[in-house]
C-alpha cells in the first residue's frame, strides 16, 4: 500500500505540536533548542508548525536536550516531561553518523524484503532516486516518511533508533529507572544497599551464563551441600 501524502503531513504537524508542547512545559525558548539540534532558528520554527518533517536524528538531540523520552513523540499521550537540560557535544559529527546508520537500516530491510529501490519507490511513492540518497545518508529521512518505510518493510520505528551513542545511552537509563520503579518497593530497597551489590553482580554474572553452565553450577553447589 503506498504512502498516503495526506497521513505524511498531519503526522509532520502532529510532531511538531508535540515538540512545541515539550518545549514550552520545560521552559525553553526555541533558540535554545535549536542550537542543541545543531540547526537555525527558523528551521526548528519550520519543524514546529508542522511546516517540514524532522529527523530522527535531529528528533533525538531535541528530546535529549529538553529531557524527555522519544517515546513522547511515538505515543498518543504526552510522556512525563523532565527538567533537566543537556547537549549533545559532538552533534556536529554525530548527526551525519545517524543519517548514515539509519539508511542502512533501511536498506538492510529492503533487501531483506526481497525489494529494489524501484520496488520500494512504487510501494512508498517517494521517488527511487531520494530512496537511495536516503540509504547512502546523504540526505536525512523525514520521520513521518521514516514512520512509513519502516512499517512498509515490517520494522518497528523504534530499530532505527539511537541504541550505542549518548542518546541511547541516556533512554537506556530513562527505561531502567522506569522499570526500577515499577518495582516492589522491597526489590528497590534491596537493591538501592550497597552491601547487596555482590549478590546483584552475581545475577549478572549468572544471567550471562549458558544453560549447560548454569547446570554445571547448580550440580556444583548440590555436590558441596550434600
Not at 495526506?6 to 542550537?35: F, H, Y
Not at 523520552?69 to 559532538?90: K, M, Q, V
Not at 530497597?189 to 546483584?200: G, H, Q, S
Request: hydrophobic letters at 45%; aromatic letters at 6%.
Amino acid at each position: 500500500m503506498a504512502i498516503d501524502p495526506s497521513n505524511l503531513k498531519q503526522r509532520t504537524v502532529m510532531i511538531g505540536t508535540l515538540i512545541q508542547d515539550a518545549r514550552r512545559k520545560a521552559n525553553r525558548a526555541i533558540e535554545e533548542c535549536a542550537d542543541a539540534a545543531g540547526m537555525s532558528s527558523d528551521q526548528f520554527k519550520a519543524y514546529e508548525r508542522g511546516e517540514q518533517a524532522i529527523s530522527l536524528p535531529e528528533l533525538e538531540a531535541v528530546a535529549f536536550f529538553l529531557d524527555i523520552p522519544i517515546e513522547h513523540f511515538w505515543a498518543r499521550e504526552a510522556a512525563a516531561l523532565g527538567n533537566n537540560h543537556r547537549t549533545i557535544s559532538n552533534l556536529e559529527q554525530l548527526l551525519p553518523l545517524r543519517h548514515r546508520m539509519i539508511g542502512a537500516i533501511i536498506r538492510q530491510a529492503r533487501l531483506e524484503a526481497g525489494l529494489d529501490l524501484e520496488a520500494l519507490a512504487a510501494r512508498t511513492e517517494i521517488d527511487s532516486d531520494r530512496l537511495e540518497a536516503f540509504e547512502l545518508g546523504e540526505e536525512p529521512v523525514p520521520v513521518p516518511e521514516l514512520e512509513a518505510i519502516s512499517g512498509i518493510l515490517g520494522r518497528s520505528i523504534r530499530e532505527f533508533q539511537d541504541q550505542y551513542g549518548p542518546v541511547g545511552v541516556w533512554n537506556a537509563q530513562q527505561r531502567a529507572l522506569q522499570n526500577f520503579l515499577a518495582m516492589p518497593l522491597e526489590l528497590q530497597l534491596f537493591i538501592a544497599k550497597p552491601v547487596n551489590r555482590p549478590y546483584l553482580e552475581l545475577a549478572v554474572r549468572l544471567s550471562d551464563m549458558s544453560v549447560e553452565k548454569l547446570r554445571a553450577v547448580a550440580e556444583g553447589l548440590l555436590e558441596i551441600t550434600y
